[in-house]
C-alpha cells in the first residue's frame, strides 16, 4: 500500500518506458494532474490495483484523480485488469476524469470497478480526449458523478478521433446534468450486452447523451428507470443511434428517448 504524505506530489510517474503495477492499494495521493499515476508516452498496465480517495488538486488544466495518462502516439496504452478506482475526485471548475483522464492512445479496461468517483466539470469516472481508443468489458459504474457540466460515468467531448466501444458492464447510480452514464459528442460508441440502470441526468439524456454526428448503436442491452427532464433513457441530437434487440423502459420523467434534429 502506497500513501501520499506530500500533497502536492503524486504517488508514480510512470513515463517514457512500460511499467506494470500489480496488487496494491494507491491511497491518499493528491497533485495539479494524476493524483496517484501520471503516464507520459510510455506503456502502464494496471492490474489488482486499489485506487482509494485520490484527487487532482483546485488548480487549473487539471484532471485525473487517480490517473493521468497522455499517450501522445496511438499505440500507446493504458491497460486496467481487476482494478478499483473508489472516491477518486477532480474538483475543480477546470478538472475533468475523478478517476481517470486520457489523452491520445489505447485505454483498455476489463473486470474493473469505478466506484463514487467525482469530477466537477465532465467525466465521473473517465474523460477522454483526442485520438483515444477505449474498451471497456465486464466491468462496473456505480455512484460516480459531475456537478456541473456532462458524462457522470464516463465523458468524451467534440473528439471526432476518439472511439467507445463497451461490452458486459453495468452502469448505475451515476447523475450528471446531461448524459448521467455517458456524455459522447462526435466519435464512435458501441455499447453491447450492458445494463444502464438508475441513472440520472438533471437536463437531459438519464443514461446516455449522445450528440453532433457521431457512429453510435446500441445492442443487446437495457436501460430501466434512468431519469431526466428530457430524454430519460437516451437523448440524442444532430446524431443517429442504431438500437437493435435492446431494451428502453420505466424512465420516471422525460420519456424514453428523445432526439433533436437527427
Known amino acids: 500500500s502506497l500513501e501520499s504524505g506530500t500533497p502536492r506530489f503524486n504517488l508514480l510517474n510512470a513515463s517514457y518506458a512500460a511499467f506494470e503495477i500489480r496488487n496494491v492499494t494507491l491511497k491518499n495521493g493528491a497533485s495539479e494532474a494524476g493524483g496517484a499515476i501520471t503516464g507520459y508516452a510510455g506503456n502502464l498496465t494496471v492490474n489488482g490495483v486499489s485506487f482509494v480517495d485520490n484527487s ?7 484532471g485525473g484523480g487517480a490517473i493521468l495518462f497522455l499517450g501522445e502516439s496511438v499505440d500507446k496504452k493504458l491497460r486496467i485488469v481487476n482494478s478499483e478506482f473508489r472516491h477518486n475526485t477532480a474538483d475543480d471548475e477546470n478538472c475533468a476524469g475523478g478517476a481517470i483522464y486520457i489523452n491520445g492512445g489505447i485505454l ?4 474493473s470497478r469505478f466506484l463514487d468517483n467525482f469530477a466537477r466539470t465532465s467525466g465521473g469516472a473517465i474523460a477522454l480526449d483526442i485520438n483515444t481508443s477505449v474498451t ?4 462496473l459504474f456505480d455512484g460516480n ?3 456541473v457540466s456532462a458524462g457522470g460515468a464516463i465523458s468524451s467531448s467534440f473528439t471526432p478521433s476518439t472511439i467507445l466501444t463497451i461490452r458486459n458492464t453495468t452502469f448505475t ?3 450528471a446534468v446531461i448524459g448521467g452514464a455517458i ?3 462526435e466519435g464512435t460508441v458501441a455499447i453491447s450486452n450492458s445494463t444502464f440502470f438508475n441513472n440520472m441526468a438533471t437536463v437531459e439524456g438519464g443514461a446516455l447523451h449522445l450528440t453532433n454526428s457521431g457512429n453510435y448503436s446500441v445492442v443487446n442491452s437495457t436501460f430501466y428507470q434512468n431519469n431526466a427532464s428530457n430524454g430519460g433513457n437516451v ?3 444532430y446524431a443517429s443511434l442504431t438500437v437493435i434487440n ?3 423502459a420505466g424512465d420516471s420523467n422525460g420519456g424514453n428517448c428523445s432526439a433533436y434534429a437527427v
Do not use: P
Not at 108 to 111: F, T
Not at 136 to 139: A, F, R, V
Open 56 to 62: 487532482v488538486l483546485r488548480e487549473s488544466n487539471c
Open 108 to 111: 483498455e479496461i476489463e473486470q
Open 136 to 139: 471497456i468489458l465486464d466491468s
Open 145 to 147: 458523478a459531475v456537478s
Open 173 to 175: 447510480n451515476n447523475s
Open 183 to 185: 456524455y459522447k459528442a
Open 235 to 237: 437523448y440524442t441530437t
Open 246 to 248: 435492446s431494451i428502453m
